[in-house]
């Protein structure tokens, strides 16, 4: 082999080993910090489209106090009104259910941020189903989220005081 050749390999080499660096980085940012923001021209569309439908749900947060005023006649009898974080680091940590649903894991854009080896960035969701009930969902983790000793494979209809285990945590709801 010529000299031009061999230098070649080795600077074809060297820019081959760089490319795997930056992807192995791009893999790993997206596991801990969660998928890239949505683009300002995707926004927009987005919000047109809230402007334009109907304003039937009513704000989450501060607002949502307002909901108790309701009739209880809506509401099961194993109405949850919390999660409660019941083993793990955040033990105690109290989050009053609104309209939203909560996400759980490392990232720091969920709901309830964990700091937990093994839950992923965006880890499980826990949402209302539309009928007065709440189901979880694990939102594709590498290690599983389980309710009680089973490992969800679809979202799952969640029920007051069933446990939901995420790596080290477990939460439940709570009326």
Do not use: C
């Not at 609104?98 to 309830?112: K, M, Q, V, W, Y």
Request: glycine share 12%.
């Amino acid at each position: 082999m010529t000299e031009f050749t061999v230098v070649a390999l080795r600077f074809g080499l060297f820019i081959a080993m760089w490319v795997f660096v930056f992807m192995v980085a791009g893999v790993l940012s997206r596991d801990l910090f969660g998928p890239r923001k949505v683009r300002a021209g995707k926004r927009r569309k987005r919000a047109k489209a809230q402007q334009s439908a109907p304003a039937t749900q009513q704000p989450v947060g501060a607002g949502a106090a307002a909901d108790a005023t309701a009739p209880a006649a809506h509401q099961p009898s194993n109405f949850a009104s919390e999660l409660v974080v019941t083993s793990g680091p955040l033990s105690g940590t109290v989050i009053a259910l609104g309209d939203a649903p909560i996400t759980l894991g490392r990232s720091r854009e969920n709901t309830l941020v964990l700091d937990d080896d093994f839950a992923s960035g965006f880890h499980a969701k826990i949402g209302p189903d539309g009928r007065g009930g709440w189901y979880v969902e694990d939102l594709g983790s590498t290690n599983g989220t389980f309710m009680g000793q089973h490992q969800l494979e679809a979202p799952t209809s969640l029920g007051v005081h069933m446990p939901v285990t995420i790596g080290n945590t477990t939460v439940e709801l709570r009326s």
